[in-house]
């Protein structure tokens, strides 16, 4: 069946980086984009960006510019977000979802925790 | 930077009620609006798509409507499983969700 895999749960420390893999499955994964949404504990949804898996483009939200890189693997079939320089308030929770910047977003990840702290 | 604005924020609601939740964006957006669902501890689940277009799977208790700037997600006859919140999600420029409306069940 069509699935997103996320990598497991990171902690890290204020200023360090973090990588989440997102690994599709049951799809042509060059047909689609990735986008990535996070979610802070006990808040909404927040919008990152996209990365088409078909030739690389990107967008990013404007204030994870400069922070925020997306690529993809073809070769697996895996999509991947690092975020550099973390905050505190970079904790939350990750999601890959199958879609681009133009299409709703119908195949989601089940997440993934990133915690940052001292 | 398109800003959606959902209303209400939160909607207590009894078994077999309607409810109704709007977003409004701040620019025409055509109808490029999308509904989803997410229970606590769950990824969100597409409901609808551009603005009124069904999901396969999806009750057909959930649809949705409006065009531009004002949309509408309506449940008709709500039932316990829908207690969530939803949000809504704007593709015409770049990405961005409403704040989501929390559903509860009374």
């Not at chain 2, 924020?9 to 509904?35: M, N, Y």
């Amino acid at each position: 069946q069509v699935q997103l895999v996320q990598s497991g749960a990171e902690v890290k420390k204020p200023g360090a980086s973090v990588k989440v893999s997102c690994k599709a499955s049951g799809y042509t994964f060059t047909s689609y984009g990735i986008s990535w949404v996070r979610q802070a504990p006990g808040q909404g949804l927040e919008w990152m960006g996209w990365i088409s898996a078909y030739n690389g483009n990107t967008n990013y939200a404007q204030k994870l510019q400069g922070r925020v890189t997306m690529t993809t693997d073809t070769s697996t079939s895996t999509a991947y977000m690092e975020l550099r320089s973390l905050r505190s308030d970079d904790t939350a929770v990750y999601y890959c979802a199958r879609g681009h910047d133009k299409s709703a977003f119908d195949i989601w990840g089940q997440g993934t925790m990133v915690t940052v702290s001292s | 930077e398109i800003v959606l604005t959902q209303s209400p924020d939160f909607q207590s609601v009894t078994p077999k009620e309607k409810v109704t939740i709007t977003c409004r964006a701040s620019q025409s957006i055509g109808s490029s609006l999308h509904w989803y669902q997410q229970k606590p501890d769950q990824s969100p689940k597409l409901l609808i798509k551009y603005a009124s277009q069904s999901i396969s799977g999806v009750p057909s208790r959930f649809s949705g409507s409006g065009s531009g700037t004002d949309f509408t997600l309506t449940i008709n006859s709500l039932e316990a499983e829908d207690a969530a919140a939803y949000y809504c999600h704007q593709s015409s420029s770049l990405g961005g969700f409403g704040q989501g409306t929390k559903v509860e069940i009374k």
